[in-house]
């Protein structure tokens, strides 16, 4: 039973219906048992309708549906559930990783500006890691193997070589570009770009 109220399945949306976080069953009863979130009801492809807390615990569980038995008896678990007073759609930048440097560079060698593909290049440091550089958006580009082995411990100008591009930090992305439908819950694809 634990494993079910633990594990991230339910999609939260602020009051006007975007997604902008992904919390455990756990977590949602908790807010809808205090009135800070509704769940919504899924009745067919069309229908969905908000449901307090003291309606949810009387609805009858549906074979498609999770629950949790209770001294009360079976709960249904909400699969998505509405914040009654927020607005906004919270930001994040980007995971600074290998991947979200090429994401960021378009697949690109900084270069040379050939396409390559993700085993084809790895981070060159603009001003290398010994010579002082950091690990940080603004000095880290994506680079072909090739050409970052040439470039060794050297500024690009002493290895020949010009950035195309100013290496940057990506924009701030809403929560909801970030949220990803892991568990495959149908429910959620109505309010995820996926």
């Given amino acids: 039973?634990?494993?079910?109220?633990?594990?991230?399945?339910?999609?939260?949306l602020n009051r006007n219906w975007q997604a902008i976080n992904v919390r455990t069953p756990a977590d949602a009863i908790c807010q809808m048992a205090t009135g800070?979130?509704?769940?919504?009801?899924?009745?067919?492809?069309?229908?969905?309708?908000?449901?307090?807390?003291?309606?949810?615990i009387t609805l009858s569980i549906r074979e498609v549906d999770q629950a949790i038995c209770t001294v009360r008896g079976?709960?249904?678990?909400?699969?998505?559930?509405?914040?009654?007073?927020?607005?906004?759609v919270p930001k994040k930048r980007p995971k600074f990783c290998a991947k979200t440097i090429r994401e960021r560079d378009g697949n690109r060698c900084q270069y040379t500006g050939k396409?390559?593909?993700?085993?084809?290049g790895n981070i060159d440091h603009v001003?290398?890691?010994?010579?002082?550089?950091?690990?940080?958006?603004?000095?880290?580009?994506?680079?072909?193997?090739e050409v970052n082995s040439r470039k060794g411990n050297r500024?690009?100008?002493?290895?020949?070589?010009?950035?195309?591009?100013?290496?940057?930090?990506?924009?701030?992305l809403p929560m909801t570009m970030l949220i990803r439908n892991a568990h495959g819950i149908a429910e959620w694809k109505l309010f995820l770009n996926e």
């Fill in 1 to 12: 039973m634990s494993d079910k109220l633990n594990k991230a399945t339910v999609l939260v």
């Fill in 36 to 56: 800070v979130a509704t769940a919504l009801e899924f009745e067919g492809e069309n229908q969905i309708r908000p449901v307090r807390w003291a309606e949810w």
């Fill in 74 to 88: 079976p709960i249904r678990l909400p699969t998505v559930i509405v914040l009654a007073n927020f607005a906004k």
């Fill in 127 to 145: 001003l290398p890691r010994s010579r002082g550089g950091q690990d940080v958006w603004e000095n880290c580009v994506w680079a072909s193997k």
């Fill in 115 to 120: 396409v390559l593909k993700p085993d084809e």
């Fill in 155 to 172: 500024l690009p100008d002493e290895a020949g070589l010009k950035l195309l591009t100013t290496p940057k930090a990506p924009k701030e």
